[in-house]
């Protein structure tokens, strides 16, 4: 058995997904957060917890554990805050007040020191870690001090691979599959006494079809920027996947997903915008009701006879910057990435409005009365979306369990709190499917036996 420490653990997204690997045990976990650990510890009951600023901690005195994971805080590195970023400037930062860390900043950049420190402390116990994994966001990259502290991880001890993952392209044997576009940044590293290296495009090739070859193929992952090593997956990201084979001149190809209707809970109700009120609901901004417009333009389609308007269940981000005009489908595309900050998910249900076209008109919908049909075919749908009232249109936002299914996280796992504190758990967690593959690289590694991948 395979002993696994989880540092940073938080509730528990790494462990779950680790866990899963044949012949591996988790032994001990760590967070500074009561409420984080005592969701994790409802998990894991078998687990030590330490409950604490391991910053503050003597690791020399934390069990050794043969896979160590860590995922130290990561907000501050995010742009997605609205903050100018100043940690890739951290040592001209202090000649300027402009550029002078946070609290927050400085101590996220100190909480990745954690992960050399306990690794030096094993090797002087005479007990080197087997190997481990670090998790962050890919702005981590970026830091100035990056390649300095991967000398550090490695040491003289350890090799590494720097790995840039969409969790919605994690594909593990047990885990079920995350439908949320997650980039994220991955260090994994193992000793190379271990004489063997972990076997990545077994791991983290998805799958995916080649129209022109009409065969289903292990995708390769390709930076656009050949000197570039992370980023994000897409049309506007830093690398896309290829076809392997030469015959269709390796085309572009998108990996197999799992789209956000699989997380979203249909017997959840929600309100029509005009019933808000008088539940106690905050009214909808401009900016919302804007996004809800877009939404309904981009994929609604007429009823026949054309008397109104077939809406498909849609996401919106309620994030600022390029999400303001962005929305997805739930049908066929995968939840935007969920964060720590808050829940940005709002969810406009499947369903049908009667739309008439005249401005003076109201929608309403199907289970109403129909509106006098004039002899006139008026019922196309751009100027349906322009004339309409969007009051009865039903809206809201998605729930805790929607969000941890969203994560990938079982049903039935454990999370304390109110729903904020729910979101903010699973926001700052690793998805599980992705723990799941890139350890299971990591025990193939130590142990030299095969393990079996996704069906």
Known sequence: ??????????VGGTSEGASCVPGVELIFAANHNKQAIASHAANFPNADHFDGDVERADIATFPRADIFTASPVCPPWSNARGERRDFDTSTQGQLFWEHTPTPETRRARALMEEVPRYLQAMQLRGQPVLAGLV?????????????????????????????ALNSMHANAPKSKKSPQDRNRLYLAYWLKSLGRAPDWNKWLRPLAFCPTCEVNVAALQVFKDPTVDMGSYGRYG????RCPNAACRNRIIEPAITPASTAIDPTVPALRIDEREAHGRDPLVPATLDRIRRGIAKYAHPLPDHLGLDIPSFGISLRGGGSKKSSRLSD????????????????????QLLVPYYTH????????????????????????????????????????????????FPADYVVFGSKGDKVR??????????????????????????????A
């Open 332 to 351: 066929s595309q995968p939840l935007g990435t969920v964060s720590a900050s808050g829940n940005h998910h709002g969810l406009v249900p499947a369903q």
């Open 425 to 454: 758990q699973y926001g700052n967690a690793v998805t599980p499917p992705v723990a799941e593959v890139i350890v299971s690289a990591l025990v193939e590694a130590i142990t030299g036996e095969a393990l079996e991948t996704a």
């Open 1 to 10: 058995m395979l002993t696994h420490y989880d540092e940073f653990a938080g």
């Open 135 to 163: 998790e962050n966001v890919q702005e981590c990259r970026k830091w100035d001090e990056w390649r300095r502290w991967r000398r550090e991880v490695n040491g003289d001890l350890y090799d590494s691979r720097l790995i």
């Open 238 to 241: 830093q690398y896309y996947y």
């Open 361 to 408: 008109g109201n929608a309403r919908p199907v289970t109403d009365s129909i509106g006098t049909i004039t002899t006139k075919d008026r019922w196309y749908l751009a100027d349906l979306v322009g004339a309409m009232s969007l009051d009865q249109v039903r809206y809201r936002m998605l729930e805790p369990h929607e969000i941890g299914a969203a994560m990938a």
